[in-house]
């Protein structure tokens, strides 16, 4: 079964400093994958996608994720974070041909003064 | 603006008793699907439909019950055979592929009085 790990469930970092989120799944087969934002209290946002094509996606408020298929990863990076950014992220995966999506456990990214 | 509704956004449950987490969405989705949050556990799938009149039992289905009588709505009944039911509940809707995100409403924080 497909599965999902995200390696820290918590991250703290300073402001301005560079941050990156790691995810792990589990399938061999061909797959898409997600990253979810969720703030406080509120529901996930989707923040960015890998469907096909460039292994680098990026969103439009900074962040970008690599999907690298030997390591079977699809990690999150930005290179200089805001307070704004403290929030939980989650990774999803779903197989191709496949329909349901399974998230990992979420890494909670604490942003500081 | 198109999304999901979910109400009420806070409910309590008194031993014994049902509860339904209403969900409705006007962004002409198929599939609509019901999750379960618990700190440090990311989301699981309770119940799921592609299709209005037919859901299928997610992981962790005992203890609830779903109806799908018109396409925008997906009711959650959480019944009293949920012996924990305390936890944050998450209703989203996709397009029915596999390349496809979700979208989330706001959520409904579930607690027992």
């Known amino acids: 079964a497909q599965s999902v790990t995200q390696l820290d469930s918590q991250v703290p970092v300073f402001e301005e400093a560079p941050v990156e989120l790691r995810c792990n799944y589990s399938?061999?087969?061909?797959?898409?994958l997600f990253w979810y934002v969720q703030y406080p209290n509120q529901g996930l946002q989707l923040l960015l996608k890998?469907?096909?094509?460039?292994?680098l996606v990026e969103s439009i408020n900074g962040f970008e994720a690599e999907f690298n298929k030997s390591q079977t990863s699809f990690h999150l990076r930005k290179p200089s974070v805001h307070i704004s950014d403290t929030a939980e992220y989650f990774c999803?995966?779903?197989?191709?041909?496949?329909?349901?999506?399974?998230f990992g456990a979420g890494t909670r990214l604490f942003v500081k003064a | 603006d198109g999304g999901i509704t979910q109400s009420p956004k806070y409910l309590f449950r008194k031993e014994g008793q049902n509860v339904t987490l209403s969900c409705e969405q006007n962004l002409n989705h198929d599939a609509m699907y019901w999750y379960r949050q618990d700190p440090g556990q990311g989301l699981r799938l309770i119940y799921y439909?592609?299709?209005?009149?037919?859901?299928q039992k997610g992981d962790i289905a005992e203890g609830y019950s779903v109806s799908r009588e018109k396409k925008e709505s997906f009711p959650l009944t959480v019944t009293s055979a949920q012996k924990n039911p305390t936890a944050f509940y998450l209703c989203a809707s996709s397009i029915v592929a596999d390349n496809q995100p979700q979208h989330f409403g706001d959520g409904t924080r579930l607690s027992i009085l």
């Open positions: 999803a995966v779903s197989d191709t041909g496949g329909f349901k999506t399974i």
């Open positions: 399938s061999s087969v061909s797959v898409y």
């Open positions: 439909s592609q299709i209005v009149n037919d859901f």
């Open positions: 890998y469907l096909s094509g460039s292994t």
